[in-house]
């Protein structure tokens, strides 16, 4: 049943469902048990599940036709093809708001998905922008002040003792003089790797400053700080050689770190697949390789949709 709900929700959204694929859809819905709640699972997952269930309920219910009414039938197909057209404007809404959401607009400097940039700043400094980053910076006579507004930066500073170099990442403070460190910042909260020199961590919660020396880490959760622990120092910034680096990553965690370089989504379906655990250095340069070697290692069942959504489930 599960494949089949994902097949359905694949021809109801790829705009070329007939009318009479539409009433087997629903008939299917009504026949088979449960069937109705699997399908709600599925769409769920994409956002979609409500466009497809309107569709369905447009055009494959039509209001009975009088019998002197000849243009009826025309009006049946204008409404089909509005409700396709207003199927494909949300779903193409969908897929930009994705591939391109509202905070890497107005960025002083942003890249898109599997996009990294190089820029040097006028004091030479140098920032290294990961996929999906959007970063301002905001340099006067007496400060240089950067804000993340997303994604992953790889910082060398410039020193200049007269001017601090600050980086501001939800609310928090990553101060350096004449250092390298690179700053991710997650759903989950904010990772910081320093790889050389000092940095000073001033918290959004106003607990007192952290230092960390290079080769030291920490993970900045949204109700406080994690321990300074020390990291092998070319993982945090492996993606600098368009390279990721997995050591007993769980799969959950691989697929979010996969979904940031390729367009689309890849979800789990089963969720004991989630807490597997991966291994691995991995070339960025095709990330759906990296989800092939994965897939294959654990004998692992996937499904593309409309060619931009991949589901993974256990075979």
Avoid at 18 to 37: I, M, N, V
Avoid at 189 to 195: A, D, E, N, Q
Wanted: hydrophobic share 40%.
């Amino acid at each position: 049943m599960k494949r089949e709900s994902i097949d359905w929700l694949v021809r109801l959204n790829s705009g070329e469902a007939s009318p009479a694929e539409l009433e087997q859809f629903r008939e299917w819905l009504k026949t088979t048990p449960g069937a109705d709640k699997v399908f709600e699972r599925v769409g769920r997952a994409w956002g979609l599940m409500g466009e497809a269930h309107r569709l369905a309920e447009d055009t494959a219910s039509p209001p009975k036709p009088e019998p002197i009414k000849r243009s009826v039938r025309p009006i049946r197909r204008f409404g089909w093809g509005r409700a396709v057209a207003a199927l494909a404007a949300c779903f193409l809404l969908f897929v930009l708001l994705q591939s391109n959401p509202p905070s890497l607009w107005t960025a002083d400097y942003r890249t898109g998905t599997g996009e990294q940039a190089t820029v040097s700043l006028q004091d030479g400094s140098r920032v290294q922008l990961n996929t999906q980053t959007a970063l301002d910076v905001a340099y006067s006579a007496s400060s240089r002040r950067l804000k993340m507004r997303q994604g992953e930066v790889f910082f060398e500073v410039a020193k200049d003792p007269a001017r601090p170099f600050i980086v501001q990442v939800e609310g928090h403070e990553i101060q350096a003089v004449g250092t390298a460190f690179n700053i991710y910042q997650m759903e989950a909260g904010v990772r910081l790797s320093v790889t050389e020199g000092i940095v000073r961590l001033t918290p959004a919660t106003q607990n007192a400053p952290v230092e960390l020396e290079a080769g030291e880490g920490i993970f900045i959760k949204p109700g406080g700080l994690g321990p300074v622990k020390n990291f092998d120092s070319t993982t945090p910034i492996a993606w600098l050689k368009k390279q990721i680096v997995f050591n007993s990553t769980p799969l959950g965690d691989v697929v979010a770190e996969i979904n940031r370089y390729r367009d689309g989504k890849i979800f789990i379906w089963d969720s004991s697949l989630a807490s597997l655990k991966v291994s691995g250095t991995f070339h960025l340069q095709n990330p759906d390789e990296i989800l092939d070697a994965i897939t294959r290692a654990f004998a692992i069942q996937s499904t593309s949709v409309l060619g931009r959504y991949t589901v993974l489930y256990a075979g």
